[in-house]
């Protein structure tokens, strides 16, 4: 397989391919853009099928990072690493050890964060073998102080970002009694589904896991439903926040909903589904712009002097960049994918 001529290939700047016998370490690092600063993204550690699913994996969430971040006005290109294998069986401090010096071998181009499979701890003990990690300080919060996990910010945002989707598509402030799927309780779905919950909604949900489920209906009073019955509920709005690819050709068809808004990253399996669901009438609310909180949240730790309210009003302002992006889409008749890439590319090829 030629890495070159891969579709999702699209002109990175860097793939490095990471090894280590001893501890079983098998990770692609990539690096898209740099053009506007270092490369930051999460580490994703995830039993991928095959090595071609892993690097097209790393390719697509790499170049969404340069694309979040333009979009987020903030001094960062875009990268991403995988590392394949079970995080509940195969990660080792001696794989996660293994990993940071490789990311120490990139030379401050790639920056890691948490991302699904990892998080605040794993970061922190790469910390010992790597400059180069983030989302690893404490913040203050609004009952106190919080880790520096970025999935909190990311929740928040992807909130902000439904609030703007429901403006633009029906007409409404208020979320109360709407219909909301959530697909994926990992940190950031459950505290999407939470405030959603507490904005007046109504919930159904799944995950692959059984624990979040419970929690859900416990805590949140969600409606469970099975994985393979998340698409076709008749429902307001379905929230993708699992993995990616999963509005394609088989999912499109089910879809009632009449926005697609979620924190997952690479939603569209391809370009063209985005006009597949214009055609259909469903807005979609591009997930680079929506989920951007967390890479917000991480930028501002960087700047050495973290200040809270401007952290703040920095997420929300993912509101207006996607009541933007639906104007001109409206305007142009064009999905809102399109538009989204538009404007970003204008500002990080620039």
């Not at 053009?35 to 550690?45: D, E, I, K, S, V």
Request: aromatic share 6%; with cysteine; proline share 4%.
């Amino acid at each position: 397989m030629s890495v070159f001529n891969l579709s999702d290939f699209a002109d990175h700047e860097q793939v490095v391919f990471c090894s280590d016998e001893k501890s079983g370490l098998k990770a692609i690092i990539a690096v898209h853009n740099s053009n506007l600063g270092p490369a930051l993204g999460g580490c994703r550690m995830w039993p991928y099928a095959s090595e071609e699913e892993a690097i097209r994996d790393v390719l697509r969430l790499s170049r969404g990072m340069t694309y979040k971040s333009a979009m987020a006005n903030l001094k960062l290109g875009g990268g991403k690493s995988v590392i394949i294998g079970n995080p509940r069986t195969d990660k080792t401090p001696e794989l996660l050890k293994a990993f940071a010096q490789a990311v120490e071998r990139v030379n401050g181009r790639y920056i890691a964060a948490e991302d699904s499979g990892t998080g605040v701890d794993d970061m922190k003990f790469m910390s010992q073998f790597t400059d180069h990690v983030a989302g690893i300080i404490d913040k203050p919060s609004e009952n106190g102080v919080r880790s520096g996990d970025p999935s909190p910010a990311t929740a928040y945002g992807t909130f902000v970002g439904i609030k703007a989707a429901v403006q633009e598509r029906l007409g409404r402030d208020s979320l109360a009694g709407l219909r909301i799927a959530v697909q994926g309780l990992g940190n950031v779905g459950f505290d999407l589904a939470r405030q959603l919950k507490e904005a007046g909604a109504q919930l159904w949900v799944t995950d692959i896991h059984r624990e979040p489920l419970l929690r859900a209906a416990k805590e949140i009073e969600a409606t469970v439903v099975a994985p393979e019955e998340i698409f076709g509920l008749d429902v307001d709005v379905f929230a993708p926040c699992a993995m990616g690819a999963i509005i394609n050709d088989q999912t499109i068809p089910q879809l009632k909903a009449k926005i697609v808004a979620g924190a997952a990253n690479n939603q569209l399996a391809e370009p063209r589904h985005g006009l597949a669901l214009m055609n259909k009438g469903i807005l979609y609310a591009p997930d680079y712009v929506i989920n951007a909180g967390g890479i917000i949240d991480v930028y501002y730790e960087r700047t050495g002097n973290f200040d809270r309210a401007a952290l703040k009003s920095h997420i929300e302002s993912i509101y207006d960049n996607l009541m933007e992006i639906f104007a001109r889409a409206r305007k142009e008749e064009r999905p809102t994918g399109e538009v989204a890439d538009a404007i970003a590319e204008e500002r990080f090829k620039r």
